[in-house]
Structure formats: structure tokens, C-alpha cells
């Protein structure tokens, strides 16, 4: 009986592994794909089924970490609207006036970095390190900032509306009238 249990183990992870790659390599035809090949699944990504076929093979939620495309794309236009910057490490950067709507930044290191008046509508920050960041002045409509780190962050003159905080740390931060 152990060599059954055995080879389905075996079977099951082999499943696991061909889908993995499979999926990672699909895309999104609203994000412009890597030219990068080490791209990968999130580790501890918790993994979904498609909606409409709950018996597909699972996806995950999201699948690839930042690409350096992303980042060399935000800092040499100041703009990248949609964008995976998921874990991007972006900490004590100066992204004033940057156009990030709409962006993923779940887990993104944004750390004391300057986003005064950048356009962070609808964007993703789950997740992320904004503690002592600036962003005064932003547009922060829509965005997601459940579990986000905001300590001593600046949100003043900031556009709240319709934004979600759920379970953020607000420590000390300034200016936040919701």
C-alpha cells in the first residue's frame, strides 16, 4: 500500500509541477510579459480555480514577482499604469508625480519614498511597506491598502475616497481624513 501512496504523491506533485509551468507560461494580455526567463509563481501564493470551471487545474492569484521591466519602465517614463510591481523594492526612492494607477505593488517596498501627487488610483498596495512615506497630494482613490504598513506616513491633501484600509497599520499617520 505505501507504494501506491508513494507514486500518487509523486503523481500529484508532477501534476503540480507541469501545471505551475504551464501557467507561468501564460499571460495577461493587459500586462506586457518579461523578456526575462527566470520568472516564476509566487512562493505561498494561494492557489484558485477559474470561476467558471471550478474543476480546472488551479491558478495562482498572481503570478510573477516585479520585473526590472516594470521598474526600468517606472523611473525612465515616471509612468506605469497597470503594472506588476508586485515586491518591487522601491524603498527611499522619488517617485513624486508618478502615474501608477491601477498598478499591483502587493508586498511592495515603498519605505520612505517620496510619492507626493503620484496617481496611485485603484492600484494594489496589500500588503505593503509604506511606513514614513510621502504622499501628499496623491491620488489615492480606489486604492488597496489592506494590511499595508503606513506608519508615520504623510497623507496629507491626499484623495482618499473610495480607498480600503482594512487591517492597515495607521500609526501616527498624518493628515488622513476619510
Known amino acids: ?7 500518487k504523491k509523486i503523481s500529484l506533485a508532477a501534476i503540480a509541477m507541469l501545471a505551475a509551468g504551464v501557467v507561468a507560461g501564460c499571460s495577461r ?16 501564493t494561494p492557489l484558485q480555480t477559474n470561476q467558471q470551471n471550478p474543476q480546472s487545474i488551479p491558478t495562482p492569484s498572481t503570478l510573477v514577482n516585479a520585473t526590472g521591466d516594470s521598474v526600468q519602465q517606472l523611473l525612465s ?5 497597470g503594472c506588476n510591481l508586485r515586491g518591487a523594492d522601491l524603498d527611499k526612492i522619488d ?11 502587493i508586498d511592495a517596498d515603498l519605505d520612505e519614498t517620496n510619492l507626493s501627487n503620484a496617481n496611485l488610483s485603484g492600484a ?7 511606513g514614513k ?15 499595508a504598513d503606513l506608519e508615520d506616513a504623510n ?3 491626499a484623495n482618499v475616497t473610495g480607498a480600503t484600509f482594512t487591517g492597515a497599520d495607521l500609526k501616527r499617520v498624518i493628515g488622513l481624513h476619510r
Open 133 to 147: 512615506a510621502n504622499l501628499t497630494g496623491a491620488n489615492l482613490s480606489r486604492a488597496n491598502f489592506t494590511k
Open 77 to 81: 517614463t515616471r509612468k506605469c499604469q
Open 29 to 44: 494580455a493587459e500586462q506586457p510579459q518579461a523578456a526575462e526567463p527566470n520568472l516564476a509563481p509566487v512562493p505561498n
Open 1 to 7: 500500500m505505501k507504494s501506491v501512496a508513494v507514486k
Open 95 to 105: 517617485l513624486n508625480g508618478v502615474d501608477l494607477s491601477n498598478a499591483i505593488l
Open 124 to 130: 494594489d498596495l496589500t500588503d505593503a511597506d509604506l
Open 155 to 157: 497623507l496629507t491633501n
